[in-house]
């Protein structure tokens, strides 16, 4: 491994203590868990790890993840849940109970004002068969690859209005400056 | 394989169509980068992939990821750009320039009203070590292993007030119903 990091303002060397930590996860908040899992295991093909009940709190945790060769998932829900936080790149769906029955609720997709988070992002391998496939599922865009100033780079929403970008890697060589 | 994930409400089969889809990274706005990189690059031993600056649109992104043994970087820079959207668990800051001359503005978390995203979360192999850690550096806590009703989970702020989750895989085996 020779390539250790861009130097740029601010940037540290890691130190030890830091060793071993992995990005688990990325939580958001989804009003009906029963749309979102349709939506992230049928057109994304993640599977649910995980589903963590909450019950003095009033709520649940699912734990998602696109499975790949060579994963070895364990069938015990203990086992499971601490592979399930041993892992890299997950997506977490928290359902506060009841959210689902009301008419006017809607999450914020932190794009809107006031701003923060702003997208998750798949990385496929054909962008143009992926769009064929979000149409296929009626899914909404925001901006497909030739629309705006970043090309080749698409955008669409997930159930809640978050924002989902789509990229291929191979058709990125040369963005930004 | 033979886990390939659980049954609930909504769950279907992934199809031939999303294979090779991949979680790319989840992407949070910040208001000034140097603070943004100090932190994730020493507090968590993050290295900067790629940063991409688009000037026309006045905003620079920084691809950050904990690098792992086996992790082969290509040194150029287009090949590294690929290489960084075909990865998977990436944290992605992007930078509105100016933002970090102006002593008012602050990113919205998610966590306050308008809620929606919640957190990102870092596995750790030693929770206790890590909480040392971040008191070393002088991390804002949100949470601590010992309070609240979630028992072994941490929850700390990053310079934008995001919340950040930690979490030692082995302590949370019997966490949920």
Not at 57 to 79: I, M, N, T
Not at 111 to 127: K, R
Not at 158 to 166: A, H, L, N, Q
Request: with cysteine.
């Amino acid at each position: 491994m020779s390539f250790t990091g861009e130097q740029h303002p601010g940037v540290q060397a890691p130190t030890a203590e830091s060793q071993g930590f992995r990005l688990n996860h990325t939580m958001v908040r989804v009003k009906d868990p029963e749309k979102s899992l349709a939506f992230y295991t049928r057109v994304f093909g993640m599977r649910v790890l995980r589903k963590l009940d909450f019950e003095e709190l009033g709520f649940s945790l699912y734990f998602l993840a696109r499975l790949e060769d060579g994963d070895e998932v364990p069938e015990d829900k203990g086992q499971r849940t601490v592979w399930t936080f041993s892992q890299k790149g997950l997506l977490e769906l928290t359902h506060n109970w009841g959210t689902e029955n009301q008419e006017d609720f809607a999450y914020h997709d932190g794009n809107a004002e006031p701003q923060g988070f702003g997208h998750i992002c798949f990385s496929v391998p054909d962008l143009d068969a992926a769009v064929e496939w979000f149409d296929a599922n009626e899914v909404e865009f925001i901006k497909r690859a030739d629309q705006g100033k970043m090309k080749d780079v698409v955008f669409v929403k997930d159930v809640d209005g978050y924002w989902i970008e789509i990229v291929e890697a191979a058709r990125l060589a040369n963005i930004g400056a």
